[in-house]
């Protein structure tokens, strides 16, 4: 599923460049394709930098140099994945029309659909497909009204993209896609785990630095998505404070764990389990059917206690899992030896990768 900012001439791409700029770090990978199979060369995990409203296009630049140099990727091709400040993403029914035709619809009355005025944006539309026991027409009966059809829409400022697309020129890269990062878990996990993705009712859970978001998947189609404004900087600051220690050291303990901060981290993530719970019951709620499990990443994930706490309020199996068991690895000794411990971090940047491919 991608959903590009950008037009790109390339039809077939042999390796690309995906980053996801997080918060408080960057994630990026970068892949080979080799036939049917996915090649991991190279990762990065690089402090993102410190600005206090909106970042420089000069400053994203150097960034995005430190970024490529730390993947010595030698493809330049590049996909980015952005958070919820610089897209939207929203679920709605359009008439049947070619997905230009409704990017101009869109540009000409976002309200009409999407609820509100936004001049000088820029738009990309997914369509759902139907599901296949979807109801029909009976064979020679027409539709009654107008034909509609479910649509994922995308959109971002058009100075946002622009500035985007400058500072991957600038730093030396070619700008291929930009994608809202709540798709990052959903293409990572299609390719992942195809038979849970395509058969199960499953909710997906990203763990960010300042917010999380869950993405609930019915056999292989997106139907909610949702973002919650508790996330790891809110988790590590609780902790801090309510222990009388350095957010470092907060930080240090919440995923490794020590007895002491349990009761305290417990309280921090019951609002943010009770948030999650609610978006689960909603889906339910409308379709009349339950979410089976939960599935983690991010940071967080790595932690047992955080999971157990999350499922206890969710009351819904909640597990990790791993972005990267599709992919042949080939990387340098060190990353080798560090993957498994990294990738729950790297699941956007490679839900990027995959949206490009």
Request: include cysteine; glycine fraction near 6%; hydrophobic fraction near 45%.
């Amino acid at each position: 599923m991608a959903l590009p900012f950008s037009d790109s001439a390339a039809k077939k791409r042999d390796q690309i460049v995906a980053i996801d700029l997080g918060g408080r770090t960057t994630k990026a990978v970068y892949l080979q394709r080799r036939n049917e199979s996915f090649v991991l060369s190279r990762f990065a995990l690089l402090d993102a930098p410190i600005y206090e409203k909106s970042i420089s296009v000069e400053m994203l630049s150097e960034h995005l140099k430190a970024v490529s140099q730390a993947l010595e990727a030698r493809g330049r091709l590049t996909s980015v994945a952005v958070g919820v400040s610089e897209a939207l993403m929203r679920h709605v029914e359009m008439p049947r029309m070619p997905a230009e035709d409704m990017r101009q619809v869109l540009k000409m009355n976002a309200k009409n659909y999407l609820q509100q005025d936004l001049p000088n944006h820029v738009f990309d539309c997914f369509v759902i497909p139907p599901r296949p026991n979807a109801a029909s027409p009976e064979p020679g009966k027409p539709a009654a009204g107008p034909q509609k059809q479910k649509v994922l829409v995308a959109g971002a400022k058009r100075q946002v993209v622009d500035d985007f697309v400058i500072a991957i020129k600038s730093a030396g890269l070619v700008p291929d896609y930009i994608i809202p990062g709540l798709l990052g878990p959903v293409n990572a996990f299609e390719m992942a785990m195809p038979e849970i993705f395509s058969r199960e009712v499953v909710a997906l859970v990203d763990l960010g630095f300042k917010n999380s978001s869950i993405a609930i998947l019915a056999e292989g189609e997106l139907v909610l998505s949702r973002v919650v404004n508790l996330g790891g900087d809110r988790l590590t600051s609780g902790l801090a404070e309510s222990m009388g220690i350095s957010y470092a050291e907060a930080e240090g303990i919440k995923v490794g764990m020590v007895n002491e901060v349990q009761p305290a981290l417990e309280s921090l993530l019951t609002p943010l389990g009770r948030e999650l719970r609610a978006s689960i019951d909603f889906f339910e709620h409308q379709l009349d059917r339950p979410v089976s499990q939960v599935y983690v990443n991010g940071g967080s994930a790595r932690s047992e206690f955080i999971l157990q706490s999350l499922q206890n309020e969710m009351m819904v199996e909640c597990k990790p899992w791993n972005p990267t068991t599709f992919l042949q690895l080939e990387l340098p000794p060190p990353q080798a030896a560090e993957i498994e411990q990294v990738a729950p971090q790297l699941t956007v940047a490679l839900g990027a990768a995959m949206a490009a491919f």
